[in-house]
């Protein structure tokens, strides 16, 4: 079975401080795929990044970067010199290779970003 | 490029009665997914649609069904509505390959409610 840890419900912070949101996933599979998307206040789920198991190269886009541990089972997301619109809840998400038709999210973490 | 759309926007049915929902996929996508998203938690896979049949399916009682027409748009079914089933329901479509983890882009949902 798959499983998505997002140990954080809640996340405030104010205007330009860095945050970071974690991500702890579990799977049997040798082959995966990590996702992130965030869920503003309409509630589209807008896609981020996705990342498969054998890149563990960090990636950096913009304000947003991810660090993908493969040791620790991580996957964590963190925004740089956030800003009020970075305000939403943001999930990571897992597909694995013997569920590999869905996606399993976390419960998500809600961001509040304060002027 | 046209993105996933849904409709309707918001729903209001009473306990037993049945529902369909409308997804219309992105451009150049050939897969439906879709999935129920209860208030304060993290999405859940109900099934997933490719070339017209089911193509993997979540822990969902068989009076979730679904459709997947010729130009890719779907049809998500719900019989016999429970008040459990009040929810946001997000489908995602996604480009069918030889590389299964094809990212899934989402449509703004459609807000059900059973009274």
């Known amino acids: 079975a798959q499983k998505v840890t997002q140990a954080q419900t809640e996340i405030s912070v104010v205007e330009k401080e860095d945050v970071t949101l974690d991500c702890v996933y579990e799977?049997?599979?040798?082959?995966?795929?990590l996702f992130w998307y965030k869920q503003p206040p309409s509630g589209e789920l807008v896609f981020l990044i996705r990342?498969?198991?054998?890149?563990?190269q960090n990636e950096i886009s913009g304000r947003y970067s991810w660090n993908f541990q493969k040791s620790t089972s991580s996957f964590n997301f963190t925004i740089t010199a956030s800003q009020v619109v970075d305000s939403a809840v943001y999930f990571c998400?897992?597909?694995?290779?013997?569920?590999?038709?869905?996606?399993?999210f976390g419960s998500g973490t809600r961001l509040q970003v304060q002027p | 490029e046209t993105g996933v759309t849904q409709s309707p926007t918001h729903l209001i049915k009473t306990r037993g009665q049945q529902v369909t929902l409308r997804c219309s996929s992105q451009?150049?996508?050939?897969?439906v997914s879709w999935y129920q998203q209860a208030l304060g938690q993290g999405p859940q896979f109900i099934f997933q649609?490719?070339?017209?049949?089911?193509?993997g399916r979540g822990n969902f009682p068989p009076r979730f069904s679904g459709l997947q027409f010729p130009n890719y748009s779907s049809e998500l079914n719900v019989n016999a509505l429970e008040l459990d089933d009040s929810a946001l329901y997000l489908c995602?479509?996604?480009?069918?390959?030889?590389?299964?983890?094809?990212?899934?882009?989402f449509g703004p949902g459609t807000r059900l409610t059973v009274l």
């Open positions: 649609y490719y070339r017209e049949e089911e193509n």
């Open positions: 990342r498969n198991s054998f890149d563990e």
């Open positions: 799977t049997r599979d040798t082959t995966y795929y």
């Open positions: 995602a479509s996604s480009l069918e390959s030889a590389e299964w983890g094809d990212t899934q882009y």
């Open positions: 998400a897992l597909s694995g290779d013997t569920g590999r038709r869905a996606l399993t």
């Open positions: 451009s150049g996508h050939n897969t």
